[in-house]
Structures are given as C-alpha cells and as structure tokens.
C-alpha cells in the first residue's frame, strides 16, 4: 500500500542559499516527492515552498521538525487535508485540426480550462486545480494527441474554514493531505 501524501509548507528567505538548504534536507530524507513548487510569498524578501510528498505521518512530522531548525527557513508546517486547499496548473499542448475544434472546446469548458494560444492544428490549454482533476483533463485530451504536458506541481495553503481536529484514535497530529 503507498503511502499517504502530505502537503509542506516552507516560508524561508528568499535567496538560493536558503532555498538550496530546504531542499537539501528534503533530498537527504530521500523519500518520493509527488511535486515541488517554489515563488515568492506575500512578505517582501521571504519566498513559498511547497513541497507534496509520499511518507507515514512520523515521517512527515520529523520532516517539519528538521526544517524548522534550518537557516534561512522562517517557517515549516505540515498542511493536513482537512485544513488546506491544494491546485496545480498544467498546459497542455494538443493536436487541433479543424474537425475537432468543437469537442476539445466543450471538453475544454467541462474542466473550466482556458484556450490561452492557438496554430495551426494546435490548442494549447491551460488547466488548474487538484491533481486528480488534473489527470482526468489530460486523459481526456489523450484521444486527440498530446503533444506537450507541463505542470507547476503543487501549491497549499490553510483553508478558509476552521481547522478540523484530529481523531482521538490518531498518533499524531497530521493526516493525508489532497
């Protein structure tokens, strides 16, 4: 059975030193990261990673734990997937020839994705939410022939709504994360 993934967030200063840091100690760990984001926050000087990645929950919270002790991160915190929303956003370069305009364009607005350029016999598409969603877009655009997928890799923060506590039968504090 894979292990569950979890959402960390890193608010650190914004310079490669302290980026090169955070990473590091993600890459010692040598676990499977789903996906790895980076730009710069709402505090001048500081800069958001978000890392997804594949491990129990002790290992996520040693994770935090080590992270918060390094130089150059201000902040490390295990976002849980009852108290965080989590999105992507991916373009997708497709085979359009005329013939098949209309049915991309519905598949397109069934997955609110945005037509943001067009060649000839090419759409290139844009798409944003969870990763499932993300997947479900891309295997139904498959048919037509895709020629390019790339994708931003994950972003979380808190939600809006207040936080849902943890299980009394739960070990610990943090849960699968989207």
Do not use: C
């Amino acid at each position: 059975m894979a292990e569950p993934t979890h959402a960390l967030s890193v608010l650190l200063d914004d310079d490669v030193f302290a980026l090169n840091r955070a990473v590091g100690v993600v890459r010692r760990r040598n676990l499977p990261i789903a996906s790895i984001a980076v730009g710069p926050s709402h505090i001048p000087g500081a800069s958001r990673l978000t890392v997804m990645m594949q491990t129990d929950d002790a290992g996520a919270d040693r994770m935090v734990k080590q992270l918060q002790k390094t130089y150059g991160v201000r902040e490390a915190e295990l976002l849980r997937a009852a108290d965080a929303v989590a999105r992507e956003v991916a373009l997708v370069r497709v085979h359009a020839p005329a013939e098949v305009h209309q049915e991309l364009t519905e598949i397109a607005e069934l997955f609110k994705a945005e037509l943001v350029d067009e060649g000839p016999d090419v759409f290139v598409l844009q798409v944003a939410g969870a990763a499932w969603f993300i997947l479900s877009f891309i295997r139904a655009l498959e048919r037509f022939g895709i020629m390019e997928v790339a994708r931003s890799g994950a972003v979380a923060v808190r939600s809006a709504a207040p936080p849902v506590p943890s299980s009394p039968t739960s070990t610990s504090a943090t849960e699968t994360v989207l």
